[in-house]
């Protein structure tokens, strides 16, 4: 049996006692602090990439990332050898990703190849060219463990998530399911486009063959008829025409969703337009756009067959399942965004450690919320001061692009306008008139509301800011009486100036609520 890349990467130990979804941030831990800087290297079928990690370990941001379309598979199946040009484009991808992580100062670079290299019957001396000229040992992984890296990586962005994962390379597809935040069943295949593209007797004969191929995975892995995940750049070039078709304003890939009938109606789309204009308004290389219509078969059939309730794109795959391998479990159950809006505080924001004692005094505004709901409350808490270099007449649209466009796991579109819009209201009391309006329609009046109320909250709660350990105040809220009451101590007073007493009343206005100050004996947040 292969030898597997759990079994080769050490897994660091924590030794931070686990505090819950608001606790000690895990990246300030000496075990998780040796994920802040990780390099990997994907050597695909079409593409090599490497990618630097950085930042909070459970939700790291992309310190660097290149692509070069190398096409290693291209005419494999007539030669059984890899591409000879491909050979020379990866070659030197890999001497100058070398070089880049020499300078970085990365410790070594971990590299994978799949499916071409480990079909390819010279795929043993191109990793031993690798390696004598650049130093960089690939690790050559079966199908399998592809699936489950790819799977792995879901579970980055996504922890505790359940469905199917269907990962699409150059030379192959490969399915993995998850359930509970673990993978479990794993199948691969032939069903590439760069494969699809080689086989003799056209459409027709590629689509039986994708049938065939198709039904022998679904009766090895049985119904799945959850979540699909897709991964892969086939699917994202789809997904961003399928954006393109349906006038969708928010252009973020990862969480980005589909029906199966937008799925059929962008594969028809598709197939009746002209590829060059559409691949150029999508943003897609020329080398991508000309494997979409052979992704296209595929994934009409993948659809047919398993039927998923409904589709996700994710952004995070193989190269994220590699770093989320060298993760001890402890630091892999942790929220993806808590854990990145807490790094964010901790590196940009003017007193670290302010985010929870503003959620601790605005939380009475929301006692009968969902855990979900208060994880959002929580997380714009945490980046409410993240921004405040940004110009002042600028800061709430920054804000609101921030929060919209991020590198952050863990969060639906309709999630992350509903944070944006709420971080907008943090430094403006109005929304009119922004050039975010066709973001802004996709959420519902009541989202909207709502943003604009944890918007007015932070911002009056800002106002009362000292440090993490100062005396706060305490807001009690009477929705029966529409009242919202204010409870000052003696030494707080001061603080609720001309200003703070406007924010104050906005803050009640947004609740239709009439707004009360009283004086009351000094009140400390614990902290924890």
């Known amino acids: 049996m292969p030898e597997t890349i759990e079994q080769k990467l050490p897994v660091p130990e924590t030794g931070v006692a686990d505090l819950g979804l608001f606790g000690k941030p895990l990246f ?86 799949t499916a071409a290299v480990r079909d390819a019957s010279d795929g043993r001396a191109f990793c031993q060219e690798v390696r004598e000229q650049t130093g960089v040992k690939i690790w050559v992984i079966d199908g399998k463990e592809e699936a489950r890296l790819s799977a792995q990586g879901v579970l980055l962005g996504w ?45 027709k004969a590629r689509n039986a063959h994708i049938k065939e191929v198709m039904h022998a995975l679904a009766d090895k892995m049985g119904k799945q008829r959850d979540r ?29 969703r589909m029906t199966r009938q937008s799925v059929r109606d962008t594969i028809e789309f598709i197939r009746t337009s002209d590829m060059d204009t559409l691949r150029v308004e999508a943003g897609v290389s020329s080398a ?51 854990e990145a809006c807490r790094f964010a505080e901790d590196k940009d924001a003017r007193s670290p450690g302010f985010g929870r004692m503003l959620y601790n005094f605005i939380l009475p505004l929301y006692k009968s919320a969902s855990e979900p709901r208060k994880r959002m409350i929580k997380a714009a808490c945490l980046l409410h001061d993240v921004s405040w270099r940004a110009h002042p007449d600028y800061r709430p649209e920054v804000c609101f692009d921030n929060a919209t466009r991020a590198n952050l796991g863990g969060l639906k579109h309709s999630e992350r306008i509903f944070m944006g819009l709420a971080l907008m209201h943090r430094y403006s009391n109005k929304r009119e008139n922004v050039r975010f309006n066709d973001l802004i329609e996709m959420v519902d009046e009541k989202t909207r509301d709502d943003a604009e109320i944890l918007g007015k909250a ?18 009690r809220w009477y929705p029966k009486k529409k009242e919202l009451h204010l409870r000052l101590s003696a030494d707080m007073m001061p603080l609720f100036g001309e200003v703070a007493e406007a924010r104050f009343t906005s803050l009640a206005t947004s609740l239709d609520a009439q707004a009360i100050v009283k004086a009351s004996k000094p009140l400390k947040i614990d902290l924890g």
């Open 228 to 256: 699909l995940f897709l991964v892969g750049g086939s699917w994202r070039a789809i997904a961003r025409i399928d954006m393109i078709r349906r006038g969708y304003p928010l252009h973020v890939l990862h969480e980005y």
């Open 28 to 113: 300030q831990d000496p075990g998780a602090r040796a994920l802040r800087r990780v390099g990997v290297v994907d050597v695909g079928s079409n593409s090599v990439r490497m990618v630097v990690f950085d930042g909070a370990a459970r939700s790291p941001a992309y310190f660097y990332n290149e692509k070069i379309m190398c096409a290693l598979g291209a005419g494999m199946a007539d030669t059984g050898h890899l591409s000879p040009e491909g050979r020379v484009r990866a070659l030197s991808a890999l001497k100058r990703f070398s070089k880049l992580a020499e300078g970085m100062g990365l410790s070594e670079l971990t590299a994978v190849a």
């Open 159 to 203: 922890p505790g998530a359940y469905g199917l994962v269907c990962d699409i390379g150059g030379s192959s597809l490969e399915l993995a399911e998850i359930s509970g935040g673990r993978v479990g069943r794993r199948e691969t295949s032939s069903l590439g486009p760069l494969k699809l593209r080689d086989i003799k007797g056209g459409a």
């Open 458 to 475: 932070m911002r009056f709660g800002a106002m009362l800011w000292m440090d993490k350990i100062a005396e706060l105040g305490e807001m």
């Open 288 to 338: 991508r756009a000309s494997l979409v219509p052979y992704a296209c078969e595929v994934l009409s059939r993948l659809v047919k067959t398993f039927k998923p309730k409904d589709i996700a794109i994710s952004s995070y795959g193989i190269r994220e399942g590699m770093l989320y391998e060298q993760m001890p479990q402890r630091l892999r159950d942790r929220d993806p965004l808590i």
